[in-house]
């Protein structure tokens, strides 16, 4: 499929629009989501790519919360494989870290002074492109938002390359395969 036959993506883009755009490209792959508690953006990613991934790896610190939500996918989609991976010394940020980041009002309720909210689908939107799209296969590191490349958006401190190498040979260790890029 070339460039011409893909959609352009957009920040109304959902995760099942964005998946059904890239089906081929998922079919049969392996995928591993972090944060993917019920309600959340890794949980839509997860629940849309296990209609075409071969194994959608789900991962978190909350082993039972892991459990509901592989059973909620599991559920929708019956032949899906959905294995759970859990870090219990992963610590995920609580609704007063999100508070003092100023993400959040004092009442735990998103700040839409401050930021434009997406729903879950437009949320997970990103994640399935990035991962999917061939359009980007030629751009290893390309920073995207709303679906689209933004690599001017990038802020210094998340661009560094140590880091990156060593974020990318944990996911090689959790899925027990080595990637070149």
């Keep these: 499929m070339s460039d011409v036959d893909f959609p352009a993506f957009s920040a109304k883009t959902t995760a099942q629009d964005a998946a059904s755009a890239l089906t081929e490209q998922i079919r ?7 944060g993917t508690s019920i309600g959340g953006i890794g949980f839509e990613a997860a629940r849309v790519l296990a209609r075409y991934a071969g194994l959608v790896i789900i991962s978190g610190y909350d082993r039972e919360r892991l459990k509901l939500s592989a059973a909620a996918i599991e559920k929708e989609f019956p032949s899906a494989n959905i294995p759970i991976f859990t870090n219990m010394n992963q610590k995920g940020q609580d609704k007063l870290d999100l508070i003092s980041m100023g993400a959040l009002t004092a009442e735990g309720l998103p ?6 909210w997406k729903t879950m689908a437009e949320g997970a939107a990103t994640t399935i492109v990035a991962a999917f799209d061939p359009r980007l296969d030629s751009k290893s590191g390309a920073y995207l938002d709303d679906c689209v490349e933004a ?3 990038v802020a210094p401190h998340t661009a560094n390359p140590d ?6 040979e944990i996911a090689e260790s959790i899925v027990g395969e080595k990637f070149a890029f």
């Design 151 to 153: 690599n001017e958006k």
């Design 163 to 168: 880091t990156a190498s060593k974020l990318w």
């Design 111 to 116: 700040d839409e002074t401050k930021f434009t």
């Design 28 to 34: 049969g792959k392996t995928v591993l989501i972090t």
